[in-house]
């Protein structure tokens, strides 16, 4: 069993930074995946960055390439996702999730497990 806990959100306004963080407990941490994905009202959750357990691939959501950057620190057994430039449309509640593949899944069905979410509003 893993439990996560993202922190971090907020109200912003665009052009403003965020830093989430996603602590995680209950299993060796470096081994899985680790997913970003948000959700906001009416619309279905979405990927938004991913990293393998050792940190060496990343992947991002067009949306964000450039704006956000995702990392993780497997001492601390933590994972954190660094945005920058928000725009109103980033306005969600965004949820870390982790996976015990090997590569960096980008679809939701493929992760184990979930943390609460945070909200991140944006106002323009």
């Known amino acids: 069993q893993v439990q996560l806990a993202e922190s971090g959100g907020g109200l912003v306004q665009a052009g403003e930074s965020l830093r989430l963080s996603c602590a995680a407990s209950?299993?060796?941490?470096?081994?899985?995946?680790m997913g970003w994905f948000r959700q906001a009202p009416g619309k279905e959750r979405e990927f938004v960055a991913g990293?393998?357990?050792?940190?060496?691939?990343?992947y991002y959501a067009d949306s964000v390439k450039g704006r956000f950057t995702i990392s993780r620190d497997n001492v601390k057994n933590t994972g954190y996702l660094q945005m920058n430039s928000l725009k109103p449309e980033d306005t969600a509640v965004y949820y870390c999730?982790?996976?015990?593949?090997?590569?960096?899944?980008?679809?939701?069905?493929?992760?184990?497990?979930w943390g609460q979410g945070t909200q991140v509003t944006v106002s323009s």
């Open positions: 999730a982790t996976d015990k593949s090997l590569g960096v899944p980008t679809t939701p069905d493929r992760y184990d497990y």
């Open positions: 209950g299993r060796t941490f470096s081994r899985d995946a």
């Open positions: 990293i393998s357990g050792s940190g060496g691939l990343t």
